[in-house]
């Protein structure tokens, strides 16, 4: 077996679907269309374009988007080297070059300056335009354009244009039901099965009283972290604690109440 190839078993095995993203997703690639993902924090969207990336055999560069993020960073600039002016392709140019899933990780937080240059990738051209380089590249059908972001939680000032989002195929992503959610804790630390499920009882609980708390709800990462120090030998309330109830707020009353929930739902469970 290739490294490729184990890569890709690892990837199928660690991936969980909600819905039948891996199906949209696998169509969107054969049609060359870009691809949006949305959903909660934490939902799986990072994962999944790994697992798309080892199962379509694409390799998959990452670009963590922020509020410095300019289309030179994307794209590249012209650099003093050695004496000379030498152009420095940026991580969305190598991408194309390689033919690789270029994987714009929370894309509101970018500057929409610094979105245009998407602009001709994400229609019938499929091209990047190097104005600086006076040159253009025609993405390959390898190539792939995958963005993703919370819609639920972000900031009022920092929302995508209709337009921009409409150059894109869509896949809403959600968390896992209780008991594949489950599945996943006791597949990625180990915990015994019933252990897990106290687990996602307890986040399903904070997630339901959503609307009373107004935080951003426990992700299936911070269950698995829990999981991790569970196995590492930490009490189940413990580690819910410090994995789940902690990184949700630093307001002491929505913390105690948070953790009567918890308490509820892991019970004695040391």
Known sequence: MSALEREGAISRQAYRASGEEVALFERAFEQRLPVMLTGPTGCGK??????????????????????????????????????????????????????????????VEARHDSLAVLHSLTDHRRTLFLDRAGRALQAPDGFMLVCSYNPAYRSSLKELKPSFRQRFVTVALDYLQPEPEAEVLVAEAGIDGAVACRLVECASSIRHADDAFHLEPPSTRALVSAAKMIAAGSSELAAAEVCILAPLSSDGAITGALRELAVASLGAAK
């Open 46 to 107: 990072t994962r999944l374009v790994e697992h798309m990336g080892a199962r379509l055999g694409r390799p998959v560069s990452t670009i963590s988007c922020h509020d410095d993020l300019t289309s030179a960073d994307l794209v590249g600039r012209f650099m003093v080297t050695g004496g000379d002016v030498v152009w420095n392709d940026g991580p969305l140019t190598r991408a194309i070059q390689e033919g690789a899933i270029c994987y714009l990780d929370e894309v």
